[in-house]
């Protein structure tokens, strides 16, 4: 048995965690959930979007699924994302990118894994006005974490038999820090000459995944780099429903989708679960439930290529209820 924190999350999160919890049910799978509420439900209920509790019991189980928690844009509250990698030293953010059989896409054949650094860059939100009309967002690049997550990326490839990480930067213009996060990333790989090691500057790096994605293999960014990288790779696969992702620290694991709360189809029954549901395998995958995980994994694939039952971002009509109800019968088969 397995004790898990659930965090469903706001906009299409509740709908899609709901999914996932159906199909472990399908496949059998003993675990009990401690779920709480963070960002603006909790907010509103316990005047804090990020609640010690919840904070305690990821630290206690050492393992999260987490639903997507809208940020707002401009209206001083920071992202609840964002504090609780930081607050769990959640410093590497993986998403590993593949086609999915049944699924089609612009390509075939990509087989990538981002590997973003998790805590600092622009997303310490250290900004201020500096006089009225100007302003100052602080990107903040250390040794220290620029090193951990290359050690990261070249520790997951040689795990996982990678031939090359590839280190995204903008050293050209912001010679001090992305100069550093390179410099970082060279001394680590001269650590680990069995991987080979590359760089590319993210504009050209942009162009050449456009064109060429299945040239990369595991592609090593800064965090905001990394953000938006990872959105334009989801689109090369079938877009963001089908994108899994999971921030790991060295002490706890959250596993969580790429997409965001999509509001424009939230409470609709129409959200592909298939992102968090990936997620979700990674999750078991890490707690050593690979069984389990290889047949959830079988009875996606058997729904996504029979075809006739899909998710409207993947050119069908299903519901979201009705694509979980078919993965749950494929599940059900399999048992
Ligand atoms: P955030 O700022 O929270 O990361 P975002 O701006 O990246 O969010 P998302 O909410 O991730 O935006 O999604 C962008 C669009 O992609 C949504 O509006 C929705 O139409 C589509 N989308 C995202 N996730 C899914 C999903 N699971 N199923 C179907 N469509 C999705």
Redesign the pocket.
């Given at each position: 048995m397995h004790t898990i924190t659930l965090i469903p999350g706001d906009?299409?999160g509740p709908e899609?965690t709901a999914a996932v919890l159906r199909i472990f049910k399908a496949a059998g799978l003993d675990i009990e959930w401690e779920r709480y509420e963070a960002g603006l439900i909790a907010f509103e209920r316990y005047k804090r979007s990020l609640p010690v509790e919840l904070l305690d019991s990821i630290r206690r189980n050492k393992v999260a699924l987490k639903g997507?928690l809208?940020?707002p844009i401009a209206e001083g509250i920071t992202s609840v994302n964002v504090g609780l990698r930081k607050a769990l030293e959640l410093y590497a953010n993986l998403r590993p990118v593949r086609n999915l059989a049944g699924v089609e896409s612009r390509f075939t054949g990509v087989d990538l894994i981002i590997v973003r650094e998790n805590t600092e860059d622009l997303y310490s939100g250290l900004e201020h006005e500096v006089v009225p009309g100007v302003v100052e967002s602080l990107k903040i690049i250390t040794e220290r974490a620029s090193t951990r997550i290359a050690e990261f990326a070249f520790a997951y490839a040689k795990a996982h038999g990678r031939a090359r990480v590839t280190a995204i930067h903008k050293a050209n213009i912001m010679k001090l820090g992305d100069g550093l996060f390179l410099e970082s990333a060279r001394k680590v790989s001269r650590e680990h000459t069995d991987v080979s090691y590359d760089e590319r500057i993210v504009d050209a790096l942009c162009m050449q995944l456009v064109m060429a994605p299945e040239t990369f293999d595991v592609l090593l960014l800064p965090n905001l780099y990394g953000d938006i990288v990872s959105?334009l790779c989801a689109g090369l696969v079938g877009?963001?429903?089908v994108v899994p992702g999971a921030n790991l620290g060295g002490d706890c694991a959250v596993f969580e989708?790429?997409?965001?709360?999509?509001?424009?189809?939230a409470n609709k029954n129409?959200?592909?679960?298939?992102?968090?549901l990936l997620s979700a395998l990674m999750m078991l995958d890490h707690l050593g439930e690979r069984e389990a995980a290889a047949r959830i994994r079988a009875a996606l694939d058997e729904v996504l290529v029979a075809g006739a039952i899909r998710?409207?971002?993947l050119g069908g009509t299903a519901s979201t209820t009705e694509f979980t109800d078919a993965v749950c019968r494929a599940v059900e088969g399999s048992g």
């Open positions: 906009g299409i899609v997507p809208t940020t959105d877009g963001l429903g989708a790429v997409h965001g709360s999509a509001p424009d189809i129409l959200a592909n679960p298939t992102a968090l998710t409207r971002d």
